[in-house]
């Protein structure tokens, strides 16, 4: 498989997808004349059909502390008064679970959980396109979608479906980064963290396995370093990436999720740790020794979705939450809550009175543009996603004893001379390396390649058996690894032959497992997250038939895009065929 093909096709795809709704887009009024801000479509939205004195029902991924602003402030909003909305009831359960709440009628909106589970219900045919002619209310939706960049730092702020309509849109940004405690950097005299591989240095494992100065969490508990992991993946390359991952899991607890790290950062308890940026700037409102670093051209910023679903049973109430959320005078501000701390989607919202009381938050804003992107590709992301998080679990999470005991014996002896910097660097390949192991669908010893991750991708989210006997071998494989490499490291102390590798008297293995070719749909969620708790509540039961399909939005700048997007789709395919030539 040629790997530049996967970087470039799925960027002309988004290019040529991105001609598709300005092509489309009229320049006629919004159906409720001059009606000026705020929310202008509301008294339009009242004027539709609608049901009075009804409940939304919302799925979410968004933490306690979102849920509660958010709904204090919509249900005391004019728009909920004046629609009839009478309370908003969050679902917070697993992404597993979403599509029979949706498939069932009981939801009405989705918002919040990331780009590769929307894109996943979106695949599964769970959103509703924004078609304004056959629903007018979502006009509304439509307006308040226009005031946000259609790109920011490279990423896309909402999804164009295949029928050329708008199916989501993101509400806010996060970029992704880690967080230092500078107390702690200073106690234990080491230096502050730049870029990813700074977190695997072996500066940090002076003082293990006592005291661990680094944190990350268990990818399949967390969402968001699951989406760190890809990133240093896609930003070192498939082998580097993965030394950068085994010492940056070597140095570290591995907390059982994302707000665990953010935590033990703010008490001091590690140095540095793996967070999400707005989990960062939460760090730093409660403790201002704390700093959250984007790594400079190592990063990448994130839209996170909210989208009507199909089969919404209140769609006038459900097109006003989704514009209210969007709206600098509505969810926005939500965002700006010290205890929340989330980029908005929507600039404006920092030239409201609010925003104005928020200029840390609008650097933060600025700073996430400024950092520099890598070119993350999303569709390389679904394709091995499962691959990632469950090698990571089996072979730097369940093995973590004995990566941390190897890996402290290494770094020390190298910190106090006792190996050259040569024989570390040999050390930590081997640490790192992709050791052999029978693959469960052919019987044959293979070792996990770029390849190897996206062909039994499919297998590990669909298939039980081969989920299981992957991870008995790889983690009983990664331990075995580990042991010789502190054999080898002893070998080198005291100046004997370094010994073999345990698969080196390997022969040809038989054993297979029979199991049907997973499709090409995924029929689980991109990944599971118990990142917060959950708060559920008895679930609705009015249902309608699904809805029709969808109308992009006006935009004033569709020229201006479009040529853009026609030059960016020349340049990739010049440097595509340049690349061949090499």
Not at 440 to 447: C, D, E, H, I, R
Not at 485 to 508: D, H, M, N, R
Request: hydrophobic letters at 40%; charged letters at 10%; a neutral charge.
């Amino acid at each position: 498989m040629d790997t530049r093909l996967l970087v470039v096709i799925p960027l002309l795809t988004l290019a040529l997808s991105l001609l598709t709704p300005f092509a489309q887009v009229s320049s006629a009024e919004w159906p409720w004349g001059s009606a000026s801000e705020p929310f202008p479509w509301l008294n339009y939205l009242k004027s539709l059909p609608h049901q009075e004195g009804i409940t939304l029902y919302i799925l979410t991924r968004h933490e306690q502390t979102i849920q509660s602003a958010a709904r204090v402030a919509f249900l005391n909003s004019p728009v909920a008064k004046a629609l009839g909305i009478s309370d908003v009831v969050f679902l917070y359960v697993g992404s597993a679970q979403w599509p029979k709440y949706i498939q069932n009628g009981e939801i009405d909106v989705a918002w919040g959980g990331g780009p590769t589970l929307f894109n996943w219900l979106d695949q599964l045919g769970l959103l509703q396109p924004l078609d304004n002619k056959t629903h007018p209310e979502f006009n509304a939706v439509l307006y308040e979608m226009s005031k946000i960049p259609p790109t920011y730092a490279g990423a896309q702020s909402y999804l164009v479906g295949s029928d050329g309509y708008v199916h989501w849109i993101g509400a806010s940004l996060s970029s992704f980064g880690f967080t230092i405690n500078k107390n702690v950097l200073n106690q234990y005299n080491v230096p502050a963290p730049t870029n990813w591989s700074d977190l695997g240095s072996p500066v940090y494992a002076k003082y293990l396995p006592a005291k661990p100065l680094i944190g990350t969490a268990d990818p399949t508990a967390s969402t968001s370093n699951t989406r760190m992991f890809e990133i240093i993946l896609q930003a070192y390359g498939w082998e580097k990436g993965w030394e950068v991952l085994t010492t940056l899991a070597a140095n570290s607890i591995i907390y059982s999720g994302s707000s665990d790290v953010r935590d033990a950062v703010i008490r001091g308890d590690i140095a540095a740790g793996t967070t999400i940026d707005f989990y960062g700037y939460t760090a730093m409102q409660l403790n201002p020794n704390c700093q959250y670093i984007i790594p400079p051209n190592q990063s990448i910023v994130n839209y996170d979705p909210i989208a009507i679903v199909k089969n919404a049973p209140h769609m006038v109430q459900a097109a006003a939450f989704v514009a209210w959320v969007l709206s600098e005078w509505g969810g926005q501000q939500v965002w700006l809550n010290p205890d929340i701390n989330r980029l908005p989607a929507n600039p404006n919202v920092f030239n409201t009175p609010q925003g104005a009381q928020r200029p840390d938050l609008k650097q933060a804003y600025i700073a996430a543009a400024q950092a520099g992107s890598i070119q993350f590709n999303e569709t390389l992301s679904s394709m091995w996603v499962y691959s990632v998080i469950y090698y990571f679990k089996a072979t730097l999470v369940n093995a973590h004893d004995q990566l941390q005991s190897t890996w402290t014996a290494v770094a020390q002896a190298y910190l106090n001379g006792k190996i050259t910097k040569d024989q570390f660097n040999k050390l930590v390949a081997d640490l790192s390396s992709f050791f052999p192991f029978v693959d469960p669908l052919t019987g044959k010893y293979v070792t996990f390649t770029l390849d190897y991750a996206l062909t039994i991708n499919g297998y590990l989210a669909n298939s039980t058996q081969v989920y299981q006997a992957l991870m008995s071998t790889w983690t009983s494989g990664a331990t075995a690894k580990y042991q010789w490499v502190y054999q080898e490291l002893q070998a080198i102390l005291s100046g004997k032959p370094t010994p073999p590798p345990p698969w080196s008297t390997l022969t040809t293995a038989t054993t297979t497992i029979t199991t049907a070719t997973p499709s090409t749909t995924q029929t689980t969620p991109p990944t599971t997250s118990t990142e917060t708790p959950t708060t559920s509540t008895s679930s609705p039961t009015t249902a309608t038939s699904p809805p029709q399909q969808a109308q992009p939005p006006p935009s004033n700048i569709a020229v201006v895009v479009s040529l853009a997007i026609v030059g960016l789709v020349v340049v990739l395919l010049i440097a595509y065929f340049v690349t061949r030539k090499k």
